[in-house]
Structure formats: structure tokens, C-alpha cells
């Protein structure tokens, strides 16, 4: 089984940066990929973006503002996030996708809160 822990949430003004990390923790795993979801008030949880191995998939609204990057050794994710909008105000979650006694498994973070004030 896969633990994800998040870091670096908070708040921050409009235009403003934020560095979310994620790592993964877990003995017997093969973790295949890694991503962020984010998920507003009144709404459904969304992709942010994804990355497997030199593959990477951003949503539309963040395409040229956000950045995702992973470190395997480390099984860690990051999510650079720079020119903020008050729209980005979410909690972000961290996701795993990973094989486990030749089972594809899905885990998730305990979400970590972004605010971004106008």
C-alpha cells in the first residue's frame, strides 16, 4: 500500500507562486504514475496534471502556468505553480497510480489547501 504525504500548500496573492510536494512511501510497489487533482467548493475533483514516465498531461486552464515534476528515486512529485488566479483556490491532492501484487491501485493524499486571493 501506497502513503502519499502533501506539502506546501497555503495562501498567496494573484500572480503569485506556490510549490506543492508529494511523496510516496510504501514497500513492494511500482508506482507507474503520479499526479495532482484539485478540487473546489461546490465542485467536482479535476485533473491538474499528470506525469508518467515522459509523459506529462495538464489541464487546460493551468497549461503554461504550472509545472509537474518527479523525482523516481525518490518517488516524489512537485507541482510549481506560478502566476496564480483566484479560480486555482482548491484543496490539491496528490494521486498515485501504482502495481501491487500484480494489481493496478489508485492512492491518494489527504489534500492540501490553496488559496489565492485577487
Known amino acids: 500500500q501506497v502513503q502519499l504525504v502533501e506539502s506546501g500548500g497555503g495562501w498567496v496573492q494573484a500572480g503569485g507562486s506556490l510549490r506543492l510536494s508529494c511523496a510516496a512511501s510504501g514497500s513492494g510497489i511500482s508506482i507507474n504514475a503520479m499526479g495532482w487533482y484539485r478540487q473546489a467548493p461546490g465542485k467536482q475533483r479535476e485533473l491538474v496534471a499528470r506525469?508518467?514516465?515522459?509523459?506529462?498531461n495538464y489541464a487546460d486552464s493551468v497549461k503554461g502556468r504550472f509545472t509537474i515534476s518527479r523525482d523516481n528515486a525518490k518517488n516524489t512529485v512537485h507541482l510549481q505553480m506560478n502566476s496564480l488566479k483566484p479560480e486555482d483556490t482548491a484543496v490539491y491532492y496528490c494521486?498515485?497510480?501504482?502495481?501491487?501484487?500484480?494489481?493496478?491501485?489508485?492512492?491518494w493524499g489527504q489534500g492540501t489547501q490553496v488559496t489565492v486571493s485577487s
Open positions: 506525469i508518467t514516465t515522459g509523459i506529462t
Open positions: 494521486n498515485a497510480g501504482y502495481y501491487s501484487s500484480g494489481w493496478y491501485r489508485d492512492a
